[in-house]
């Protein structure tokens, strides 16, 4: 089995850790997170650390998936154990892909006995804040085209008389003190505050000695509840994110036992807009009513924030951010100043999105190092996977849904070279608007 150990928080150095056991080793992560002056609720920081250490959980369970998930000293109601099924199976999607596994050689979690004492259970009644201490935002922050977006449309919202007069909080997670400087003009009149995860990578790799798998994580879900904790930390009341409307578009299918579709591969699964109702239900039942997490941007098509980019950002961000996780964000990655590295999905996927507002000349120099990535022979597949041809699997990373991809496509401006394929018409309409949360309200 895969266990769930313990967690603590060093109220100190405001260091929490957690630890976990898979197949005889023992792995043990740290989170470092930005200190404050507030007072701290033991009780409220209990409840979204604990959320954080199953989440967490998924980074080593991967190593040795087994069938069974145990959380020691903690138990768990149906709800609970439902929702990290949910996480240990959706969104290890693409894990158990790549690695040949089905849902059930994913983890499940056991609900504790009916007859269990309420002194322990975990589903005691979520506490109420006080509105005079919890107020404001926490937004995050990654220096990539949406959460730039969320900030500008957050600064125009704090800079109006009429709208709220409380200064958001940016928050940026990496795996050391170095962070993007963007983030230092984008905080300019707010503050920044750097947080740092330290994975067990010594252990990660002691485990892939031995045979251990290693795949994707539903690492939006574990940023979200480390978010949450720094909020609590700040007395922060809402934790806005900037996801929009995408992830419901699967890339593969695993079968069940009898044959049928039984688990949507989908590597965003944890942008989805069901995993954010359920991440803000769960929030809701076992930490605070009146805590909220959400994506400002969540009722845009990614194609939309392009266009919403190029219109607001990008005079003043368009030479300075990327969203390429290759040339940025991967561990100890030196991410100071944001780079394309114009040669992986991430890059394409952001060109076409792009090519309809910005001209190619521009465009090329900042994602391309100069050069049109429609004429890149090493993006062929990865634009074949984007656009759904020839039947070409779309690549695992986050990027848009395929008719918004080929819509952008045949919207591009006229200067840039088309593909060496066809590429199907799309009546995708750019400008629809989909569920969003208000997370302005009462705020």
Known sequence: MFRCLSYDFDAENYIATFRYENAGIEFTERVKFAKTDNIIDRELLDR????????????YYKTRPTHEVIVEGRPLDEFQAKFFDTVYQEGLSQFAYENRLTR??????????????????????PIKLNPADYAGELILQSGGKDSLLTATISTSYHTSPEKS????????????????????????????????????????????????????VPVTYIVQSLALVQAILNHNKTVITSIGHE??????????????????????????????????????????????????????????????FAKNCWDKYGKKFSSCNVANYRQKAENG??????????????????????????????IG??????????????????????????????????EELRKAYHMKLEKYPSLPFEVPASDFDKDKLYESQDLWNEN
Not at 105 to 124: E, I, K, T, W, Y
Not at 186 to 199: D, G, P
Not at 291 to 308: D, F, P, Q, T
């Open 48 to 59: 979204a650390l604990f959320l954080s250490f199953v989440l967490i959980g998924t980074s």
């Open 104 to 125: 059930d050689d994913l983890g499940h979690f056991r609900a504790s006995a009916a007859d269990q004492p309420a002194s322990q259970a975990s589903q005691s009644t």
């Open 165 to 216: 007069s409380t200064t958001p909080v940016f928050w940026y997670l990496g795996s050391s003190e170095n962070y993007p400087k963007i983030l230092d003009e984008v905080a300019e009149n707010a503050e920044l505050q750097i947080a740092t995860r330290k994975i067990d990578l010594e252990n990660l790799e002691k485990a892939k000695k031995s045979g251990g798998l290693n795949g994707h």
């Open 247 to 308: 992830g419901a578009e699967s890339h593969a299918w695993i079968d069940g036992p009898n044959g049928e579709r039984d688990l949507s591969v989908n590597h965003q699964w944890s942008k989805t807009v069901e995993a954010e109702k359920l991440f803000a239900e769960y929030v809701k039942k076992y930490i605070s009513p009146d805590l909220r997490v959400g994506s400002l941007i969540r009722k845009y098509s990614e194609l939309k924030i392009a266009e919403l």
């Open 337 to 366: 100043e944001l780079k394309w590295c114009g040669n992986c999905a991430k890059c394409a996927n952001s060109y076409l999105l792009f090519a309809p507002f910005i001209n190619r000349e521009e465009l090329d120099e900042i």
């Open 369 to 402: 190092n100069g050069k049109s990535l429609f004429e890149n022979e090493n993006l062929i597949d990865d634009f074949k996977g984007l656009l759904g041809v020839n039947n070409y699997l779309k690549p695992f990373e986050c990027v848009g849904e395929t």
